[in-house]
C-alpha cells in the first residue's frame, strides 16, 4: 500500500519527543507506515495531547473514538495484529512507568506482541486521533478505563472533540469530567442504557414509543 | 362503486364528484424530509419527473396548509413524536404517504433508535417501497393516492360519521 | 433582567423546518433579527447505524453505508471500503482504483451540484435549485446504468467495484463531462455577479483560520478559509496521485468563499474524470476477496476526501467476519460544530445560509 | 320612474360591482395558472397540465379544496383578530379595485359610462391609502396566530411596507404634478393629451415606484415576511383552509392592482403606444381594453420572471435599500420634475 513509500520521519521523530518527554505515561506504542498509535496513562492525557498540540505540531483533532472492550475482557488476548497493537482492551497494559524504546523504533511489520498480561484489562478505551498540518502525518493516542472511571476532558485541549465526547457519553457512558456540556447528543434525555455498550441489545430494551 | 355510493343522491354525488377531483387534483405536499427518501422527493419536485404537472408542486412549509403528508425517510423514536405533532396540525382532509422501506416498516434498521413503521404512529393511505423509492415511484404512489381520492365520497363519509355520533 | 428577558426571542428551527436539511433542530436566540446564540439539537435521525454494524459482516456494512451521507453515497462507500482493505491487506487492481476515482469525483459533482442547488435556495433563488437537480440528474442516469441505483448506489465492493465501466456508461461519462462545464456557467451566472447574492453571502457566517482549524473543520469549508488542505494531494489513497489537479484555495472564509471553492472544485473534478478516463488501464475490476472476510484483530483508521470534508472510518477487527467497532468520522457532524461561532453576531436571516454553506447532511452527522 | 334611468341608475351598477369582483377574481386565477407555469418554463419544467386545459382549472382544484378543507383556529390565538385579519386583507384589496377604471370611459346616448364603480377626484389617494391598510390584516394575523415565526413575518412586512409607501409616495406625487389631477381617468387622459406615457418621461419614477410596488406586495425578492426558508411561511404559518386561501388570493390581487396602477400612472392606461403621433395610429385600431390588459399581463408577467431569477434580500439591505436610495431617489426625482417643468 502506498503508506510504504511514504517518508515516516515526521511520526518517528514525533513519537521519540514524546517518549522522551513523558517516560511514565507512555504504556504502549506502534505504528503503521504515517500512522503512529500510542497508548497512554488514563491521568495523563490533558498533558500529552497538550504537548502534541503545541509542541509537536499536531494542530488538528480528527476524532475521537470510544470503544467497548466487554467481549475480549475475560480472557484478555494479547494483541497480535501485524499492523497494530491488537484489540486494545484486550492488549495487557504494560506497568506504568515502563518505556517503550523496543517497540517504537521496531519497522511495521514487528510491532504489535508487546508484552506478557500483568495488569487487568480495562472496559473501555478512547482513541484520539490526531493529525498534523501540512505534513499529513496522523498520531492516534488511545487511554484505557474501567467501568465508571471518568476521563479528564479534552476540550480545553482541542475545541474539536466537544461533540465527540458527548457522543462517546450518550453512547457509552463514560464521564468527561471537566467537559463544558455534557449532556447526550443524539439520544433524547430519557432513554435508559448506552447503546453502543455490548451489553445492550440492538433492538433495544423497550422498544418502540 | 361502493353500494352505499349507489345510494347516494344525485346531487351530493355531484357535489362529491366535485369535491373529490379538487382534491385530487391540488394535494398540496408537507414539505417534510427527514433521510434520503427527501432527496428523492425533491428530485420528483425537479425538471425531469416535474411533480407539478399533477398540481403538486406547492410543498408547503406549513403543515396547516398541507394535504398529504408525504414520510420521506426513517422515522426515528425521537423524532416520533414530532411527526405525529406535525400530521395532527394538519387540518382535514388530510392523507399520509409512507415514502421508502423505513417508513414502511423500519427498512433496513432494526435498531433501537428506529420506529419500526410510521403506521405505528399515524394513519397511512399509500405505501411506497423502495430505499429509497425513484421518482417515478413516488408519482406512482401519489397517482394511487389521487385514485384513492377519487373513489371516495366525503359528504356521504359526513353523514355516516353523524348517523354514528347519533347512534 | 426583566427588560433582557424582553428584548431576546428563542426560536426553535426544526426539527421541521424548510431549511434545516432535514431534521436539526436549531436553537436560536435572536434580538431584533441578530443572533445571540445557536444551539444545533441533534439525534433526529440517530438511527443507531454504529451499533448495526457490529452485528454485520464487512461485506454487509457497504450498503448501509450508502444511508449516511445520501449525497454522496459512492465517497461513503469507498472511504469504508479502503479502510477494510487497509485492514486486510488487500490489493486493489489498478483499474478498479481507476473506476473508483472516477465514480467518487462524479458523486462530488453530483453532490455539489445539489448543494449549490440547496444554498440558493436557501436565500430565495429557487430556479437555481431547479437548476442543479437537472443537471444533478445526468450523474444520477450514469450511476443507474452503472450499479443501478440513483442515490444509494452501493457501487463499490471490498477489492473493487462491482462491475466494469462499459461503452455505455463511458459514453455518458465523456456527454457529461462535456455539459456540465455549460451548467456550471448558467448557475454562475445566475449568482455570482447577483448583487443580492453577493450581499447575503459576502463577508457572512466568517470563521478564522485558527478556530476553524481549532473546530476540525475540513473539507471545502476549510479551504475557503485558507488551508490547501485536501486529503486526495496530501494522502493519496486510491491512486490519486496519479492525477493532476488544483486544490482551490480562498481565504475570506466567508459564505461567498465556500461557494467559490466548491464551484472550482466542480471544474477540477472534471478534469480528474477526464484524465482517469484518458488513462484507464486494462486489468481486472475486483480483487478476489472471499465472501466471508475474516480479518484477524487489529485496528485502523483511513479517511478520504469526501465531498463535504474529511470522511473518515475506524474499524477494530477481532478476528471474525464482523468488525469490533466501526466509527465514522463524519465530515458534516465536525463542521456543524462550528455553526455557532460562524452565525453569532450576523442576523437570522443568515443562519439558513451559512448552514448551507456548510453542506450538512443528516444521515451523516446523527448517523 | 323609466325604463331607461332604471337601466342607468340601477342596473349598472349591479353590473359594475359584479364586474369589479369577478375582473380581479379571473385576474388572480390566471395569474396564478401564468405564475405556475412560466415558473415551470423558466426551470425546464412544465407545470400543470392535468386539469382541463393546459392545466387553466389548476387554480380552480386548489380554490375549492381550500374551500372544503378543515378550519383550524390555534387554542391558543386571539380568535378576533384571527379572524378579522384574512377579511381585512381581502376587502382592502378588492375595495381598492373600485376606483382602478378599467378601461376608457364611454357614451351611450347622452350617459357617460365609466369604467369603473366611483368616481372620485382623489382615485389615486383612495387606491394606495385602501392598500396599505392591507398591512393591518397582516400584523393582526401575525400577532393573533400567538406564534413566533408570524409574530415576526407581521413586524418585519410593517416595516417594510411603511418604508415603501414613502417612495411610492413621492413618486405619485411626481405624476399628480404633471397631470394636475388625483383622478386615475384623468391621469391616463392627461397622458394622451401630453403625448406621452409619464413612464418615458419620468423613467426613475417608474423605477422607484415599480421597485417599491414588489416590495409592497410582499413579492421576490422582497418576499421576507413570509421567506419560506427562514420564517416557515411567514405570517400565514397558522392559517388554514379558506382563511388561507384569503391571503393567497389578496396578494394575487394586489399584485394586480400595482400592475394596474403603473400601467395607469406611467404608462397610458388604456393608450396605445406614442397616442398623439400619426403614424402610430393605425394602433388605435386595437381596443384600448386589449392594450390596458396586455401592459397589465406584461408587468405581471415581471413580477414571475423577477420571482424565477434573483435571491431573497436580507432584511437589512431592503431598509438600506428604501431610506439611503429610494427615498433621497425619489425626493430628488420630484424637484427635478418640477424644476423642469417650470423651466421648459
Known amino acids: 500500500m502506498l503508506d510504504g513509500q511514504i517518508d515516516v520521519a515526521p511520526v518517528a521523530q514525533a513519537f521519540e519527543r514524546l517518549r522522551d518527554r513523558f517516560p511514565e505515561s507512555v504504556l504502549d506504542a506502534s505504528y503503521a507506515g504515517r500512522e503512529l498509535a500510542v497508548r497512554v496513562r488514563r491521568e495523563d492525557i490533558i498533558p500529552v495531547l497538550r504537548f502534541l498540540k503545541h509542541e509537536a505540531g499536531f494542530n488538528s483533532l480528527t476524532d475521537v473514538v470510544g470503544i467497548d472492550n466487554l467481549k475480549s475482557l475475560p480472557t484478555g488476548r494479547a494483541g497480535d495484529a501485524p499492523a497494530s497493537r491488537g484489540a486494545a482492551g484486550a492488549a495487557p497494559s504494560l506497568p506504568a512507568g515502563r518505556t517503550v524504546e523496543a517497540t517504537a523504533a521496531l519497522p511495521v511489520s514487528q510491532k504489535g506482541e508487546t508484552t506478557a498480561a500483568s495488569e487487568p484489562p480495562k472496559r473501555f478505551s478512547i482513541l484520539y486521533q490526531l493529525y498534523r498540518f501540512p505534513e499529513a502525518c496522523r498520531i492516534r493516542i488511545s487511554v484505557d478505563l474501567a467501568e465508571a472511571e471518568p476521563v479528564d476532558s479534552v476540550v480545553p485541549v482541542y475545541r474539536a472533540a466537544d461533540w465527540a465526547e458527548r457522543e462517546i457519553f450518550d453512547m457509552f457512558g463514560i464521564d468527561f469530567t471537566g467537559h463544558p456540556d455534557l449532556r447526550r447528543i443524539y439520544l433524547p434525555d430519557e432513554f435508559e442504557g448506552f447503546p453502543l455498550r455490548k451489553d445492550f441489545p440492538l433492538e433495544g430494551k423497550t422498544g418502540g414509543v | 362503486m361502493t353500494e352505499s355510493g349507489e345510494r347516494h343522491p344525485f346531487l351530493l354525488a355531484k357535489l362529491d364528484e366535485l369535491i373529490s377531483w379538487s382534491q385530487k387534483n391540488s394535494l398540496w405536499p408537507f414539505g417534510s424530509g427527514l433521510a434520503c427518501c427527501a432527496i428523492e422527493m425533491i428530485a420528483t419536485a425537479a425538471a425531469k419527473y416535474d411533480i407539478s404537472r399533477f398540481g403538486m408542486e406547492l410543498f408547503r412549509a406549513s403543515p396547516r396548509q398541507a394535504d398529504v403528508f408525504i414520510v420521506a425517510g426513517t422515522v426515528t423514536n425521537k423524532m416520533a413524536p414530532v411527526v405525529r405533532r406535525l400530521w395532527e396540525q394538519m387540518p382535514d382532509p388530510k392523507w399520509v404517504v409512507a415514502m421508502g422501506n423505513c417508513a414502511v416498516s423500519g427498512g433496513p434498521f432494526p435498531t433501537y433508535a428506529v420506529l419500526q413503521g410510521v403506521d405505528k404512529i399515524i394513519p397511512v393511505d399509500v405505501y411506497i417501497a423502495g430505499c429509497p423509492p425513484t421518482p417515478q415511484g413516488l408519482l406512482h404512489g401519489l397517482i394511487t393516492l389521487q385514485n384513492q381520492i377519487a373513489r371516495s365520497h366525503p359528504t356521504l363519509e359526513i353523514f355516516d360519521r353523524d348517523a354514528r355520533r347519533t347512534d | ?367 | 320612474m323609466t325604463g331607461k334611468a332604471f337601466l342607468f341608475e340601477l342596473l349598472i351598477p349591479v353590473i359594475k360591482i359584479v364586474a369589479v369582483i369577478l375582473y380581479p377574481m379571473i385576474m388572480v386565477v390566471v395569474m396564478i395558472w401564468l405564475e405556475r407555469r412560466v415558473v415551470a418554463w423558466i426551470q425546464g419544467r412544465i407545470g400543470p397540465n392535468r386539469v382541463g386545459w393546459q392545466g387553466i382549472l389548476q387554480p380552480f382544484a386548489d380554490a375549492f379544496k381550500l374551500f372544503f378543507k378543515e378550519d383550524i383556529i390555534p387554542r391558543e390565538a386571539d380568535k378576533l383578530l384571527f379572524n378579522i385579519a384574512p377579511i381585512l386583507v381581502m376587502f382592502s384589496t378588492l375595495l381598492a379595485f373600485c376606483f382602478i377604471p378599467l378601461g376608457e370611459s364611454f357614451r351611450i346616448g347622452t350617459y357617460t359610462l365609466h369604467l369603473r364603480i366611483a368616481d372620485s377626484p382623489v382615485g389615486l389617494l383612495l387606491v394606495l391609502g385602501l392598500s396599505s391598510i392591507g398591512v393591518f390584516g397582516i400584523i393582526f394575523g401575525g400577532w393573533a396566530s400567538n406564534s413566533k415565526y408570524p409574530l415576526m413575518g407581521a413586524l418585519r412586512s410593517v416595516i417594510q411596507i411603511l418604508s415603501y409607501e414613502i417612495p411610492i409616495g413621492l413618486t405619485v406625487l411626481t405624476v399628480v404634478f404633471l397631470s394636475r389631477s388625483m383622478d386615475l381617468v384623468r391621469i391616463v387622459e392627461s397622458q394622451r393629451e401630453g403625448g406621452v406615457w409619464f413612464g418615458l418621461l419620468m423613467p426613475v419614477s417608474f423605477v422607484v415606484f415599480w421597485i417599491s410596488g414588489i416590495a409592497e406586495t410582499n413579492r421576490a425578492p422582497f418576499d421576507l415576511p413570509e421567506a419560506e426558508n427562514e420564517l416557515v411561511a411567514g405570517y400565514h404559518t397558522e392559517y388554514s383552509g379558506m382563511k388561507f386561501a384569503y391571503f393567497y388570493i389578496a396578494e394575487y390581487a394586489h399584485m394586480v392592482l400595482v400592475s394596474s396602477l403603473v400601467v395607469i400612472l406611467f404608462f397610458g392606461g388604456w393608450l396605445p403606444p406614442f397616442p398623439s403621433i400619426k403614424a402610430f395610429a393605425f394602433l388605435h385600431w386595437i381596443p384600448g381594453f386589449v392594450w390596458y390588459l396586455i401592459k397589465i399581463m406584461f408587468f405581471l408577467y415581471l413580477y414571475v420572471w423577477i420571482r424565477a431569477t434573483f435571491p431573497r434580500y436580507r432584511f437589512d439591505a431592503l431598509i438600506k435599500l428604501v431610506w439611503k436610495w429610494f427615498i433621497p431617489l425619489s425626493l430628488a426625482n420630484f424637484l427635478v420634475v418640477v424644476a423642469l417643468r417650470y423651466v421648459l
Open chain 3, 1 to 367: 433582567m426583566a427588560s433582557k428577558a424582553f428584548k431576546e426571542i428563542d426560536l426553535n428551527m426544526g426539527p421541521q423546518h424548510p431549511s434545516t436539511h432535514g431534521v436539526l433542530r436549531l436553537k436560536v436566540s435572536i434580538d431584533n433579527e441578530v443572533v445571540l446564540h445557536v444551539e444545533p439539537v441533534l439525534g433526529y435521525l440517530h438511527r443507531g447505524m454504529e451499533k448495526l454494524w457490529e452485528s454485520q459482516t464487512y461485506h454487509q456494512i457497504i450498503p448501509l453505508t450508502d444511508r449516511l451521507d445520501y449525497l454522496a453515497s459512492l465517497s461513503n462507500n469507498l472511504g469504508y471500503c479502503l479502510t477494510v482493505e487497509k485492514l486486510a491487506g488487500i490489493e486493489v487492481p489498478k483499474r478498479a482504483q481507476y473506476i473508483r476515482v472516477i465514480l467518487a469525483e462524479l458523486q462530488r459533482l453530483a453532490s455539489h451540484l445539489a448543494w449549490i442547488g440547496f444554498m440558493a435556495n436557501d436565500v430565495g433563488a429557487m430556479t437555481v435549485l431547479l437548476y442543479g437537480f437537472e443537471a444533478r440528474e445526468s450523474f444520477l442516469d450514469i450511476f443507474e446504468t452503472y450499479a443501478g441505483g440513483r442515490l444509494t448506489i452501493h457501487g463499490m465492493r471490498l477489492g473493487g467495484v462491482p462491475f466494469d465501466l462499459d461503452e455505455t456508461v463511458i459514453g455518458m461519462i465523456r456527454k457529461v463531462l462535456e455539459t456540465t462545464p455549460k451548467w456550471i456557467a448558467d448557475i454562475e451566472g445566475l449568482l455570482t455577479d447577483n448583487r443580492i447574492w453577493r450581499h447575503r453571502t459576502e463577508g457572512i457566517g466568517i470563521i478564522p483560520q485558527s478556530d476553524a482549524l481549532e473546530n476540525g473543520l475540513t473539507g471545502p469549508c476549510l479551504r475557503a478559509a485558507g488551508m490547501a488542505w485536501d486529503l486526495r494531494r496530501d494522502l493519496p489513497y486510491s491512486s490519486y496521485e496519479d492525477f493532476d489537479f488544483d486544490i482551490p484555495v480562498r481565504t475570506a472564509s466567508d459564505v461567498l468563499d465556500r461557494y467559490f471553492v466548491r464551484m472550482e472544485e466542480m471544474r477540477q473534478s472534471l478534469r480528474i474524470v477526464r484524465q482517469a478516463l484518458d488513462r484507464l488501464p486494462a486489468g481486472e475490476h475486483i480483487a478476489k476477496v472471499p465472501r466471508t472476510l475474516r480479518i484477524p484483530p487489529g485496528e485502523i483508521y483511513h479517511s478520504i476526501e469526501a465531498p463535504k470534508g474529511e470522511l473518515g472510518f475506524f474499524i477494530r477487527s477481532n478476528g471474525t467476519d464482523k468488525p469490533e467497532r466501526v466509527k465514522m468520522r463524519s465530515p458534516s457532524f465536525i463542521n456543524l460544530m462550528s455553526l455557532e461561532q460562524m452565525c453569532k453576531g450576523n442576523l437570522f436571516s443568515d443562519i439558513v445560509g451559512v448552514l448551507g454553506s456548510l453542506d450538512i447532511v443528516l444521515g451523516e452527522i446523527d448517523k
